[in-house]
Structure formats: C-alpha cells, structure tokens
C-alpha cells in the first residue's frame, strides 16, 4: 500500500490568517487614531476581511480535497473559522464607526484595540508555533491576561459613558463600538482554547 502523504498546506494558511489578523487590527487602530481616514481605513478594512474569507474557503476546500490532513478535519475547520470571526468582528467595529459617523478619539477604544493589537501579535506566534506545545501554552497564558486587561478597560470605559447627564445617542454609539470591541477580544481567547486543544492533541 503507497504511503499517503499529509496536506501540510493547511498550516501556512493558518500563518495567512493570522496576518489577516494583524493587519486588520492594526488598520483598526489607524481608524479609531484618525477619524478623518474614516472612509479610507473601512474600504482597506474590508479588503482584508475579504482576503480572509477567501483563505478561509480554500482551507475548506483543501479539507474537502485532502485525503489525510495534519490535523482533525474538524480542528482544522474550526481553527481558520475561530481567526476569520475576529477580522468579520474588526470588520463589524469599522463599519459601525463609519455607520455612526465616529469623528472623535478616545482612549477608551484605542486601550481596547491596542489589547486586540497584542492579541493579534500572539496568536500569530501560537499558529506558527502550533505543533510547539510549550509555545501555544504560553501564547494561550497571555491570551488570557490580556483578555483579562480588555475586560477592565471595557468595565471603565461603560461606567465613564454612563456618568452624569450623558448624551442618549453617543452612549447608543459607544456602547456599541466598546462592546464590539470587547467581543473580539472574546473570541481571541476562543481562538488560544482551540490552539490549546489543537497543540495537545497532537503533541
């Protein structure tokens, strides 16, 4: 019987999105840093979560096509899925900035989009370094920690939005933005428990 080999393809797909990822985050912030770029920085925004999901669906075809995968199809198929929901989320953030006409900066957001920043940083480190245990474990350590951080931002931010007499419809606006925000940081942590799980399996 011919030995069959594995479709070692899918971990440089991975790589792909994780730099999605990054680029993606860090256009992020160039938005919340800069309103004025508003239009510019969705459209690039956009761009790159396009560019995502078209990685996405080649790791789906790839799995379709494969007949032995480095890893459990269904690993693989929830790994790429887990890293294209946190660009659609970035994407998400951008699109109601531009939606509700964001022209101000504040701290708030730019301290949550630098923890998404680093997150994304991480990840990156635990996808290239997925058959590493040691390597995905401290990648999935300081996930945690900052998901921590993001939470304490986030807390503060919603209680200074909520102070005094505020105005109805910027509360309406950046509650919604900190929470999309927020949840992105979320499902960084999906992604770190699923590269955790992943990396276990097949050390």
């Known amino acids: 019987m011919r030995f069959l080999p594995k479709d070692e393809g899918f971990f440089g797909l991975f790589d792909q999105l994780a730099e ?3 680029s993606s ?10 309103p004025t ?15 995502a999901d078209v990685i996405t669906y080649e790791v789906m075809q790839r799995i379709d096509r494969s007949f032995v995968t480095p890893l459990d ?26 939606m509700f006409r964001v022209t101000e900066r504040r ?4 301290q949550l989009i630098a923890v998404l920043e680093e997150c994304s940083q991480v990840i990156a480190e635990g996808v290239k370094g997925i058959r590493t245990q040691a390597v ?17 931002i986030y807390g503060d931010a ?5 102070e005094g007499t ?10 919604e933005i900190y929470d999309n925000l927020e949840h992105a940081v979320d499902e960084c942590e999906d992604v770190a428990n699923v590269l955790e799980s992943v990396s276990l399996k097949n050390s």
């Open 136 to 152: 995905v474990h401290k990648a999935a350590r300081r996930i945690k920690e900052l998901e921590e951080k993001a939470d304490a």
């Open 73 to 98: 199809r269904e690993d693989i198929h929830l790994l790429a899925n887990r890293l294209d929901n946190v660009v659609d989320l970035i994407d998400g953030t951008a699109r109601r900035a531009r």
């Open 20 to 22: 999605r990822l990054i």
């Open 25 to 34: 985050s860090a256009l992020l912030r160039e938005l919340f840093d800069d």
């Open 158 to 162: 919603i209680y200074s939005l909520f």
């Open 107 to 110: 701290e708030p957001a730019l």
């Open 166 to 175: 505020p105005d109805a419809l910027v509360v309406i606006k950046w509650k």
């Open 37 to 51: 770029r508003l239009e510019d920085l969705t459209k690039r925004i956009k761009a790159e979560e396009h560019a």
